[in-house]
């Protein structure tokens, strides 16, 4: 549900940070807010819920412009993992253009990470999203615990869902930017099928992901 406005040339994206309780989807956010450069950064704002909350930032507190004069503006949001939260759930994911949906790389977790998955598939569907064809990207977090389920594992189980799988410890922030970008390559893919970045707005995918790296301090 891209949010474009075609006489001031003006889109405004958003990416949700969706998963299971404690999986690590504010860590992320934490991470990747803090390797942002301070020019390139929003403010960090919180909505606190009961025993929850609700992060957001603009990715890019100015617009990326192309040579269109075409203005683009990321926000990023995580969800409440709580079960209970699902009204917030549902309110954080309308009018996502993608998530990245954070797992919980523990093995006492794997039913959880699960439930919260096809969760996310209902809700979507709820809100009006088809998940077929929405951005989304898979992380597995927590990698630099114990017990946890072997990569190998993960994949032969996850990969089969088409949706890129990303191995992480956002604690240490390995993996953060990663998935971002991983998710910010497919939402490319998708604003150009629909609004031809490349041939009517000369904004080169390489580009858009460069910039967005340069942000991040990549």
Same mark, same amino acid.
């Given at each position: 549900?891209?949010?474009?406005?075609? $006489?001031?040339?003006?889109?405004?994206? #958003?990416?949700?940070?969706? !998963?299971?309780?404690?999986?690590? #989807? @504010?860590?992320?956010?934490? $991470?990747?807010?803090?390797?942002?450069?301070?020019?390139?950064?929003?403010?960090?704002?919180?909505?606190?819920? @009961?025993?929850?909350?609700? &992060?957001?930032?603009?990715?890019?507190?100015?617009?990326?412009?192309?040579?269109?004069?075409?203005?683009? #503006?990321?926000?990023?949001?995580?969800?409440?993992?709580?079960?209970?939260?699902?009204?917030?759930?549902?309110?954080?994911? $309308?009018?996502?253009?993608?998530?990245?949906?954070?797992?919980? +790389?523990?093995?006492?977790? @794997?039913?959880?990470?699960?439930? +919260?998955?096809? +969760?996310?598939?209902?809700?979507?569907?709820?809100?009006?999203?088809?998940?077929?064809?929405?951005?989304?990207?898979?992380?597995?977090?927590?990698?630099?615990?114990?017990?946890?389920?072997?990569?190998?594992? &993960?994949?032969?189980?996850?990969?089969?869902?088409?949706?890129?799988?990303?191995?992480?410890?956002?604690?240490?922030?390995? !993996?953060?930017?990663?998935?971002?970008? +991983?998710?910010? !390559?497919?939402?490319?893919?998708?604003?150009?099928?629909?609004?031809?970045?490349?041939?009517?707005?000369?904004?080169?995918?390489?580009?858009?992901?460069?910039?967005?790296?340069?942000?991040?301090? !990549?």
């Amino acid at each position: 549900m891209i949010e474009y406005n075609e $006489q001031q040339q003006r889109m405004v994206l #958003k990416l949700v940070y969706y !998963g299971p309780a404690l999986s690590g #989807k @504010t860590t992320n956010l934490l $991470q990747l807010h803090e390797q942002l450069i301070r020019e390139g950064r929003g403010d960090l704002m919180v909505l606190d819920t @009961t025993n929850d909350r609700t &992060i957001y930032f603009d990715l890019l507190p100015f617009f990326l412009t192309a040579t269109s004069g075409l203005k683009i #503006k990321i926000k990023v949001y995580t969800v409440p993992g709580q079960v209970r939260h699902d009204a917030t759930r549902k309110a954080v994911l $309308q009018r996502a253009d993608g998530v990245a949906f954070i797992a919980d +790389s523990q093995r006492a977790e @794997t039913a959880n990470n699960v439930n +919260s998955f096809a +969760s996310l598939e209902d809700n979507l569907a709820l809100v009006g999203l088809n998940i077929d064809t929405l951005p989304l990207v898979i992380q597995f977090n927590k990698r630099d615990l114990t017990d946890i389920v072997p990569e190998e594992e &993960i994949r032969k189980s996850w990969e089969p869902t088409g949706f890129p799988v990303i191995m992480a410890s956002a604690l240490k922030g390995c !993996g953060v930017v990663e998935t971002f970008a +991983s998710l910010a !390559g497919l939402l490319y893919d998708r604003l150009d099928g629909r609004y031809r970045l490349l041939d009517e707005h000369g904004l080169a995918k390489d580009d858009f992901l460069r910039c967005l790296a340069t942000v991040a301090g !990549g």
